[in-house]
């Protein structure tokens, strides 16, 4: 179990990190549009990451 837990914290950083390296300025202003949000857009941007994460996670195992 510990295995495959590290296993996908690993793919998180890679996958994080590829917006930063791709497009710094991108990935810039993605970060001030998200300071500009409210709790509440955070919080259901969160969700939505969260629900397209167990879904995609559910269809593909």
Do not use: C, K
């Not at 690993?10 to 810039?28: C, H, K, N, Q, T």
Request: net charge negative.
């Amino acid at each position: 179990m510990w295995n495959e837990l590290l296993i996908a914290l690993a793919l998180m950083l890679v996958i994080e990190g590829v917006l930063p390296f791709l497009s710094p300025d991108g990935f810039r202003r993605t970060l001030v549009s998200m300071i500009q949000l409210d709790d509440r857009g955070l919080r259901l941007a969160g969700l939505a990451s969260m629900l397209i994460g167990l879904t995609l996670l559910y269809w593909v195992h």
